[in-house]
């Protein structure tokens, strides 16, 4: 018997956020709480950091990972990487936190305010409403996304450029990058080693262009809708449309974690520890070649692998919606499969071991089938026709019945007056027939006959039981 248990919508309970796939409302309640949560812990796992924090040790041996960051972007970092003010991680903090709750309350607003489906609102929320096969508004929502992003990016840029400047590893302290590089060639030579950058003009003015095109792409989405070549070859429907946000995710998580683990600019030494090396074999991870002590890992080697594994997660979640986008689903093929074990009279169980039987013969239970002499088929003249019901001996016992020591099944044949058939005639005798009944070897005879009267002509009757 196999439990299954799916929602009306036609996904599992465990596939999340499938369940709001046709309510537009809903699925953004279920994306701003997740923000929520999302700010929730990164406040409140910051200000838990700056509790057990330790000036006196590296950050790196004190297992944190969000305050490395925030002293990468130079927030309280003074010369040679000493923390010399610890009211900027709290303040960012509580920042997050607040951010959380406004994000919590917009998702409770929607929730209570508004219906789960905006095509059932009006005024200015019904714009907000999304069909998965609508391919201009997909693009619309796309291009805000990444304005989002390239906003992110341009932060980056202003906290490099005029808000405090950022954690140079090269000089071991923070300063104002005022020249970013902007020539074209110098940044795209670093197509072929994306990971070597080694200075903080050319980290910034990366940021910059990768802001500019984030704009202008989420620009272009907004006004121009998708072109009919694009809605030809790409696909729009809810798994198409997270298959392709999945990857996206898994790209930035691989290069987030390869950054992490090689370089020591965008990552400095003195906050994430020893760059580390990468062992290819069956389940790639990065480890430190310095690491003296087991199970002393440094922050980098924390964050290096779990950028890795979560990325690579991540990739496989892309692969498995777009084979669903595309229209092939494992559930129905193994359903397919299973019904076809079922058909050909197999157990319905996956893992079971086909058991042949083959009946042996055993010298303590012996079988041998009920033996009789019938009487001639061929109808003679004074001959009458008897039809006999079998009937089952009873016995208190099956051990041993007519000498036979064990005995599996024994019937035996009464002769009851049940006329079947007479031939016309005038009134003869029923011929007697002896009828030899038995089971495992014939010791028991049985003989019976009766006589009947003659009938005028050929009749049929029902078979009446008459008692013995």
Same mark, same amino acid.
């Given at each position: 018997?196999?439990?299954?248990? %799916?929602?009306?919508?036609?996904?599992?309970?465990?596939?999340?956020?499938?369940?709001?796939?046709?309510?537009?409302?809903?699925?953004?309640?279920?994306?701003?709480?997740?923000?929520?949560?999302?700010?929730?812990?990164?406040?409140?796992?910051?200000?838990?950091?700056?509790?057990?924090?330790?000036?006196?040790?590296?950050?790196?041996?004190?297992?944190?990972?969000?305050?490395?960051?925030?002293?990468?972007?130079?927030?309280?970092?003074?010369?040679?990487?000493? *923390?010399?003010?610890?009211?900027? $991680? /709290?303040?960012?903090?509580?920042?997050?936190?607040?951010?959380?709750?406004?994000?919590?309350?917009?998702?409770?607003?929607?929730? %209570?305010?508004?219906?789960?489906?905006?095509?059932?609102?009006?005024?200015?929320?019904?714009?907000?409403?999304?069909?998965?096969?609508?391919?201009?508004?997909?693009?619309?929502?796309?291009?805000?996304?990444?304005?989002?992003? +390239?906003? +992110?990016?341009?932060?980056?840029?202003?906290?490099?450029?005029?808000?405090?400047?950022?954690?140079?590893?090269?000089?071991?302290?923070?300063?104002?990058?005022?020249?970013?590089?902007?020539?074209?060639?110098?940044?795209?030579?670093? =197509?072929?080693?994306?990971?070597?950058?080694?200075?903080?003009?050319?980290?910034? +003015?990366?940021?910059?262009?990768?802001?500019?095109?984030?704009?202008?792409?989420? *620009?272009?989405?907004?006004?121009?809708?998708?072109?009919?070549?694009?809605?030809? =070859?790409?696909?729009?429907?809810?798994?198409? *449309?997270?298959?392709?946000?999945?990857?996206?995710?898994?790209?930035?998580?691989?290069?987030a974690s390869y950054y992490c683990g090689f370089n020591g600019l965008a990552y400095p030494e003195v906050f994430y520890g020893p760059t580390l090396q990468l062992k290819s074999a069956f389940t790639p991870f990065y480890f430190d070649p310095t690491q003296t002590e087991?199970?002393?890992?440094?922050?980098?080697?924390?964050?290096?692998?779990?950028?890795?594994?979560?990325?690579?997660?991540?990739?496989?979640?892309?692969?498995?919606? $777009? !084979?669903?986008?595309?229209?092939?689903?494992?559930?129905?093929?193994?359903?397919?499969?299973?019904?076809?074990?079922?058909?050909?009279?197999?157990?319905?169980?996956?893992? !079971?071991? /086909?058991?042949?039987?083959?009946? !042996?013969?055993?010298?303590?239970?012996?079988?041998?089938?009920?033996?009789?002499?019938?009487?001639?088929?061929?109808?003679?003249?004074?001959?009458?026709?008897?039809?006999?019901?079998?009937?089952?001996?009873?016995?208190?016992?099956?051990?041993?019945?007519?000498?036979?020591?064990?005995?599996?099944?024994?019937?035996?044949?009464h002769l009851n007056s049940n006329l079947f058939y007479e031939v016309p005639n005038t009134a003869s005798p029923f011929q007697k027939t002896p009828l030899q009944v038995g089971y495992g070897s014939p010791k028991a005879r049985i003989n019976h006959g009766e006589r $009947?009267?003659?009938?005028?002509?050929?009749?049929?009757?029902?078979?009446?039981? =008459?008692?013995?």
């Amino acid at each position: 018997m196999n439990a299954t248990m %799916t929602h009306p919508s036609g996904y599992p309970w465990w596939a999340g956020n499938a369940r709001f796939v046709d309510l537009s409302n809903t699925f953004i309640v279920a994306h701003v709480a997740q923000a929520a949560l999302i700010m929730a812990w990164a406040g409140g796992f910051t200000l838990f950091e700056v509790a057990k924090f330790s000036p006196d040790l590296p950050m790196y041996e004190q297992g944190l990972i969000l305050l490395p960051h925030l002293a990468t972007l130079g927030w309280g970092v003074g010369a040679a990487g000493q *923390i010399v003010d610890t009211f900027p $991680f /709290v303040a960012i903090g509580f920042i997050h936190l607040v951010a959380a709750g406004v994000l919590a309350w917009g998702a409770y607003f929607h929730q %209570t305010k508004l219906p789960p489906n905006l095509d059932m609102e009006f005024g200015k929320a019904a714009k907000f409403h999304f069909a998965w096969d609508d391919a201009k508004t997909l693009g619309i929502i796309l291009g805000h996304h990444l304005l989002v992003l +390239g906003l +992110g990016a341009l932060l980056l840029v202003a906290k490099a450029m005029v808000l405090g400047g950022l954690y140079d590893a090269t000089i071991n302290q923070v300063r104002l990058v005022s020249q970013p590089t902007l020539d074209f060639a110098t940044l795209f030579d670093y =197509r072929t080693h994306l990971f070597d950058v080694n200075n903080l003009e050319d980290l910034v +003015g990366g940021h910059l262009y990768v802001a500019a095109l984030l704009i202008l792409g989420g *620009i272009w989405h907004i006004l121009v809708p998708p072109f009919s070549w694009v809605k030809a =070859r790409f696909l729009f429907n809810a798994d198409g *449309i997270l298959s392709y946000s999945l990857f996206g995710i898994a790209l930035a998580g691989f290069a987030a974690s390869y950054y992490c683990g090689f370089n020591g600019l965008a990552y400095p030494e003195v906050f994430y520890g020893p760059t580390l090396q990468l062992k290819s074999a069956f389940t790639p991870f990065y480890f430190d070649p310095t690491q003296t002590e087991p199970w002393a890992y440094s922050s980098r080697v924390w964050l290096a692998n779990a950028h890795f594994y979560l990325a690579f997660f991540f990739l496989q979640g892309s692969l498995w919606h $777009f !084979q669903r986008a595309m229209g092939f689903d494992w559930a129905k093929l193994f359903q397919a499969w299973q019904q076809g074990r079922q058909e050909a009279g197999l157990s319905q169980f996956v893992y !079971q071991t /086909v058991v042949e039987i083959h009946p !042996q013969a055993t010298p303590e239970v012996c079988y041998e089938p009920a033996f009789a002499t019938p009487a001639p088929l061929a109808p003679k003249r004074n001959q009458n026709y008897i039809y006999q019901s079998p009937q089952k001996v009873p016995s208190s016992s099956l051990i041993a019945l007519n000498g036979v020591r064990n005995t599996l099944y024994q019937v035996a044949y009464h002769l009851n007056s049940n006329l079947f058939y007479e031939v016309p005639n005038t009134a003869s005798p029923f011929q007697k027939t002896p009828l030899q009944v038995g089971y495992g070897s014939p010791k028991a005879r049985i003989n019976h006959g009766e006589r $009947f009267r003659a009938l005028p002509s050929i009749v049929y009757e029902l078979s009446k039981a =008459r008692a013995n």
